[in-house]
């Protein structure tokens, strides 16, 4: 267990320490002059038009919503995945059939979220 | 081994694919204007070094004495924090793949991947998915219009792309029956690749990393001609260098996770190394050169289709997503399924 995970570990504080020195060496080398102009939104060196406190369109969040019911989805099948072939030898097709009929019904789910027009983007 | 042990070898090992990471990294940078030259018949970068080859080095350089600016509007710490969280993702997930078999070396057998994780393969998964949390909060911490869209768009796109995704890897456990790339790569034996056995997943997992990785035809995010440079818009100095590098980073371990699930990983095509009997070392740095021609073979191809394909609408870029791609790998899965049951592999 330790020799799989410790080095896990290590590489996050090491990744995690590579980041924060990279965008810490910016502020350490680099010179620090603002003025009014440079510290302002990018607009094509005009005044900035608009606002991002604008609302975002329900249709962002209804994605947010499939891709979890989805992916929980993925989730579930990955066990069954992996234990297959064992299962398979000896159980027989019953192992194909209970996953076939769980796939089936997910598939229903998404034909109803697709006539719903769930998937319309225009 | 004792703890003292496995620390040593973890750094060491830490280290040396750091530097390659960083090096491949840069050098894939220059290879992608050289190429664009190419393509496009025009020179591209060949003034520093022979032949330019010192332009990365020249660039990082120049980034890093820039002036790093945070604008008013913006939210301070998450503006800081999102770079970080690219980069963390984009060195940390390299931890997990393979680039040959374990190398005997003073009695040790080493295996030469940083963690030799049993959960690999979902490993790798839930870290990109914690990579559209850096480009999302960019977006919306930059406080600027055009990075919010960059932001939006980009997280809608990556979320959609990874459900495919996950289904073809799952075809993959089929075969391998274990998360571990290590045994992935040991269960496509030296011919029988995944690409050959399931074509149709190795195509969604492919256009997936495509998506994943916001590369042409699915650069959305960053789409010039209306988002301006979409999510890093307000990014200046290596805060803008560390998306750079974590976008080629990413670029380079999706290339290194399709050779792993479905090239075959380091092993030769066709031509099984071990049997010759060869010497430890020998076999080995055979394994690391295929694994990196694999790659770099790939990479191009990522370039190439850069060139080749126009930018997609965002609507077909959603439409591809879920209503193409989505189903194929779910037929994928029920291939792989049947043909393990019909031949009994």
Redesign the interface.
Known sequence: M???????F???G???V???A??L???I??????TTE?????ESGMK?V???K?R?SIK?YL??M??II??LE??F??PW??????L?HEFG?SV?IS??IF?VIF?IG?LYV?KKGG?K?? | MSVLEIIVFTVVKIVLILTVMLLMVSYLVYFERRVSAWVQNRLGPNRVGWEGVLQPFADVFKLLLKEDIVPVKANQFIHTLAPVIALFVAFATYAVIPIASPLKIFGYEIPLVVADVNIGVLYVLALTSVGVYAITLAGWSSGSKYSLFGGIRSSAQMISYEISMGFSVAGVLLFAESLRPIAIVQSQGSWMWNAWIQPIGFITFVVSAFAETNRLPFDLPEAEPELVGGYHTEYSSMKFAAFFLAEYANMIIAAGMIVTLYLGGYNLPFFNIESLGLANWLTVIIQIGSFFIKMGVLLFFFLWIRWSLPRFRYDQLMSIGWKVMFPLSLINLIWVAVLIMVFNL
Do not use: N
Not at chain 1, 2 to 8: A, G, I, N
Not at chain 1, 38 to 42: A, D, F, M, N, P
Not at chain 1, 81 to 86: D, G, P, S
């Open positions: 330790l020799e799989q995970y410790l080095p896990v290590i590489v996050l090491i990744a995690i590579f980041g924060v990279t965008v060496s910016s502020i080398f680099g010179p620090q002059r603002p440079k510290l302002s939104t990018y900035p608009g606002t991002t604008e975002v962002y994605i947010a499939l891709f989805f992916d993925v989730i099948v990955y995945a992996v234990q297959f072939k064992k398979f097709i194909f996953m076939f796939l598939e998404y697709y998937f983007w225009d």
